[in-house]
């Protein structure tokens, strides 16, 4: 029973590109959380995704960034025009229902130069 | 807002020996209180769970206090051996009957564990 995976696992991007972070949940696993986490500190939720839905996006900055999770394919954030301060890690976490036992991925590690 | 509090921020503890972590929240709709463990280069793994209806949960080593009236949570590492080195966080997360499901998570603890 694979666990949650995430590529890529490191993406470096220069000020202005654009990043596309995917994951894939665990197998009968319909809900996906992204969080962030910014070097000396705790993990930050950004947006919490079921199929085709976007469920709660109030920790994503309104610009810039967006998530998907269609129907088929992995959950999917993108950040448009990186700058410096979006270098960190951004995890994925799934779970077979609301909240908890969440279960993480490895995460990418995103570095803008 | 800090929603979950966690401290110390850095431990070092000699093999064999208690660590101890401790949380604080405010929300007491909180209902729900998993402890991850994270190594560098790696994503968190759920170490163990509580929830508010009991006082205490053993698996193993790890031991979860609770203490719903002064809103804190607590993970008792026994016998720490160099392998738990890591950092661990707490968190918390609403009512399962809501449908806001993300956890809010403490700023993490260091540990390191001396052979």
């Known amino acids: 029973n694979a666990g949650v995976m995430q590529n890529p696992r490191h993406l470096v991007r220069r000020r202005g590109q654009e990043a596309r972070l995917r994951c894939s949940p665990m197998k009968g696993h319909s809900h996906v959380y992204w969080y962030r986490q910014l070097p000396e500190e705790g993990l930050k939720f950004m947006v919490y995704l079921q199929k085709e839905n976007i469920i709660d996006e109030s920790g994503m900055p309104k610009e810039r960034f967006s998530a998907e999770f269609p129907k088929e394919g992995p959950s999917i954030l993108r950040i448009q025009q990186v700058v410096r301060g979006d270098s960190a890690a951004y995890f994925c976490?799934?779970?077979?229902?609301?909240?908890?036992?969440?279960?993480f991925g490895p995460g990418t590690r995103l570095t803008v130069t | 807002q800090q929603q979950v509090k966690q401290s110390p921020q850095s431990l070092i503890v000699q093999k064999g020996g208690i660590s101890i972590i401790n949380c604080a929240y405010e929300n007491t709709a909180f209902d729900y209180f998993p402890w991850y463990q994270q190594f560098p280069g790696k994503g968190p793994a759920l170490l163990i769970a509580i929830r508010p209806d009991v006082s205490e949960k053993k698996e193993g080593r790890f031991t979860i206090s609770f203490n719903k009236s002064a809103k804190q949570f607590s993970l008792h590492i026994m016998d720490s051996q160099p392998g738990d080195s890591a950092t661990y966080f707490c968190?918390?997360?609403?009512?399962?009957?809501?449908?806001?499901?993300?956890?809010?998570f403490g700023r993490g603890t260091q540990l390191t564990v001396w052979p």
């Open positions: 976490a799934s779970s077979p229902y609301t909240g908890e036992k969440q279960y």
């Open positions: 968190a918390a997360t609403l009512d399962r009957g809501s449908t806001l499901g993300r956890l809010y």
